[in-house]
Each structure stands twice: as structure tokens, then as C-alpha cells.
């Protein structure tokens, strides 16, 4: 079983403050996911990383992929009130079953103002 | 096209009883997929749509659990019997089959939240 463990698994800052969340697995991944999910809805795609050591940003979020591509971290930037949320990051198993994702149970962060 | 969207939002059911779900997803997409969501857990894998052909099913869907896909667009899911332990949020997604990492992107919809009484 390909499990993906996340952490923190609470957060809690004041706005304007910077933080980092892990995803880390002894599994390696196709690619890897991150997602952010608010209370009673779906989760929403924010980026996918595929290659080892990639590093994508969008706006104040910056996203790594580590080089054996088995663990990634989310950085934010300045954490705004509208960051609150349930992030999840998902890995895609190799092989045939591509298609299936692997979630983590998520870091859930809240950004005071 | 605005995404995948799910139906209904909310169920309440009595322990029992039979409900149906269905999902609709983006329409380009051939791959559907079904996830179950509880409390304090990231969604876990139920079942997988290339077209019309169910590809996977996951040992949490029990007998009672049952998806089809008939023309390769919307899909249903339905728990027969349902038991309190059923209560959860499903989850449906799609994507695009595609030979690169991009074909691994699924966008999920709003979810259809259970509650087995």
C-alpha cells in the first residue's frame, strides 16, 4: 500500500506569517498533486508536479517535488484569510494504475486575520 | 462547460434504505472516477471509468456498492442497504486520458455529502 502521510496535520497563523507543509511517502510517485478543499465542497487542483526536484510557484504558493519523487512541500507566502483550508496532496502510482490517486488526510490550515 | 458537477448535494437516508448518486463530468473527459471522503481523512478510491468500461473497482466497495457508466458520459453510483457506517462524502472526478503526467490531473465536483440515520 503506497501511503502518503502529511504534515502539520493542524495549523493555525496570523496573517502575513509564512509556512511550509509536507507530504512525504517511502513510495515513488508518477506525479503528485496538490489540492485545497473547503468545508463542504470538492477539492480543487492547484498544481501537479512530475519531475524529480521540480519547483512550480503560482502567486504565493510555491511548490517542490523532491528529487527521488517521494515527498513535496507547499510554502505560502504572506498567508492571506482566504488560504484557509484543507490542503491535500495526492500521488499518482507508476505503471498501469497511473490513474489512481493516493491521498494524504491533508494539513488543515487557518489563517487568522 | 463549467466542471463536474454531482447530484444530489445532500442525502439523508434512513439505515436500509437504497440511494443513488450521479455525476456528470467535464465533457471531453473519459475517465470517471468515484472517491469516498470521511471526517478528517483525504479521499480514498472507490472505482475508475475509461468510457463506458469500469476498469477497477476498490475492496472498500462492497456488494452492496454498485457504478455504472452506460454511454461513457454521466455515472451513477448507488449503495443498496445502506448502513450508518456508509456515511460519507462521494466524490466524483474525471480527467482526460492522456499519455503524459497531465492525463494523472482529475478535477473533482461540489461532492454529494450521506448521512445514513
Known amino acids: 500500500t503506497q501511503l502518503l502521510e502529511q504534515s502539520p496535520q493542524f495549523l493555525s497563523i496570523q496573517e502575513g506569517e509564512n509556512l511550509t507543509v509536507y507530504c512525504n511517502s517511502s513510495?515513488?510517485?508518477?506525479?503528485l498533486q496538490w489540492y485545497r478543499q473547503e468545508p463542504g465542497e470538492g477539492p480543487v487542483l492547484l498544481v501537479t508536479?512530475?519531475?524529480?526536484?521540480e519547483v512550480k510557484k503560482l502567486k504565493r504558493l510555491t511548490f517542490q517535488f523532491g528529487d527521488a519523487r517521494k515527498d513535496s512541500s507547499l510554502h505560502i507566502t504572506a498567508a492571506q484569510p482566504g488560504d484557509t483550508g484543507l490542503y491535500l496532496c495526492?500521488?499518482?502510482?507508476?505503471?498501469?494504475?497511473?490513474?489512481?490517486?493516493?491521498f494524504g488526510k491533508g494539513t488543515l490550515l487557518t489563517v487568522n486575520p | 462547460d463549467t466542471g463536474v458537477s454531482q447530484d444530489p448535494r445532500h442525502k439523508i437516508t434512513k439505515r436500509g434504505q437504497n440511494v443513488t448518486f450521479r455525476c456528470d463530468p467535464i465533457?471531453?473527459?473519459?475517465?470517471l472516477y468515484w472517491y469516498r471522503q470521511t471526517l478528517g481523512q483525504g479521499p480514498e478510491f472507490l472505482t475508475y471509468?475509461?468510457?463506458?468500461?469500469?476498469?477497477?473497482k476498490s475492496r472498500l466497495l462492497s456488494d452492496r456498492f454498485s457504478a455504472e457508466r452506460p454511454k461513457g458520459s454521466f455515472s451513477t453510483l448507488e449503495i443498496q442497504r445502506t448502513e450508518q457506517g456508509d456515511s460519507a462524502m462521494y466524490l466524483c472526478?474525471?480527467?482526460?486520458?492522456?499519455?503524459?503526467?497531465?492525463?494523472?490531473?482529475?478535477?473533482f465536483g461540489p461532492g454529494t455529502r450521506l448521512t445514513v440515520l
Open positions: 472526478a474525471s480527467s482526460l486520458r492522456s499519455s503524459g503526467p497531465s492525463g494523472n490531473e482529475q478535477f
Open positions: 513510495s515513488v510517485f508518477s506525479s
Open positions: 508536479v512530475v519531475t524529480g526536484g
Open positions: 495526492a500521488g499518482a502510482h507508476s505503471g498501469g494504475s497511473n490513474y489512481k490517486l493516493t
Open positions: 465533457s471531453e473527459h473519459n475517465r
Open positions: 471509468f475509461q468510457n463506458e468500461a469500469q476498469l477497477e
